[in-house]
């Protein structure tokens, strides 16, 4: 079975500093992995995916996340955090080897203060 | 604009009743997947229809049931509603069947139930 953990319900920065919003994962062969953002009252948009390749990953809005196999994590990063980046963050997965869906995970709301 | 179309935007219903949500895919798309959030079970995956056939099945009550039509869109339909299944659901669409390249979610149906 497949699994995404994001071990933290909320993560805070002040605006213009670095932030991660942290995501770990458990499939039994090679992931897919998506990060998603959510903004009120709002369905889930595409950040960035990693399917193969260079482990790090760029997407939307100047996100980027680090895949690291060793450690089975995702982590979503920006080197510089906006004001307008605050909002609910969701780490999925797939695992390609079988058929299944993408599963996500509880999410991870993102407050920037400014 | 994301290209997936859900009705309607909101719902109140009583206890008992029943409802029935829409979702029309993106142009192009041939798989539909529902999912419900809430507060306390996060983002929950229902089920999915690929080109007009059940291709996967979640945590999907048996008072639900959904069905993806020849134009390719697609209705979730709950019954015998009680007050837990207040909640946003969603509605997804994919080219492919398995996903890989991520999902394109509509902006949701809240639905209420008192």
């Known amino acids: 079975a497949q699994s995404v953990a994001q071990p933290e319900d909320q993560v805070n920065v002040a605006e213009g500093n670095p932030l991660t919003v942290k995501c770990t994962y458990s499939v039994s062969g090679n992931p897919y992995l998506f990060w998603y953002v959510q903004y009120p009252n709002r369905g889930l948009q595409f950040l960035l995916k990693y399917i193969t390749g260079d482990n790090l990953v760029k997407g939307s809005y100047g996100f980027e996340a680090e895949f690291n196999k060793s450690q089975t994590s995702f982590h979503l990063k920006k080197p510089s955090a906006l004001v307008s980046d605050s909002a609910l963050y969701f780490c999925?997965?797939?695992?390609?080897?079988?058929?299944?869906?993408?599963?996500f995970g509880k999410g991870t709301m993102l407050l920037v203060s400014p | 604009d994301s290209g997936v179309t859900q009705t309607p935007k909101h719902l109140i219903t009583a206890t008992g009743q029943r409802v029935t949500l829409r979702c029309s895919p993106r142009s192009g798309d041939l798989s539909v997947y529902w999912y419900q959030q809430s507060l306390d079970q996060g983002l929950q995956f229902l089920i999915q229809?690929?080109?007009?056939?059940?291709?996967a099945k979640g945590n999907i009550l048996e008072r639900f049931s959904a069905q993806q039509f020849p134009d390719l869109h697609s209705e979730l339909n709950l019954s015998s509603l009680e007050l837990g299944d207040s909640a946003l659901y969603f509605c997804?669409?994919?080219?492919?069947?398995?996903?890989?390249?991520?999902?394109?979610f509509g902006s949701g149906t809240r639905l209420t139930v008192v």
């Open positions: 999925a997965v797939r695992d390609p080897s079988g058929y299944s869906t993408l599963t």
């Open positions: 229809y690929y080109n007009g056939e059940e291709r």
């Open positions: 997804a669409s994919s080219v492919t069947g398995d996903g890989n390249y991520g999902y394109t």
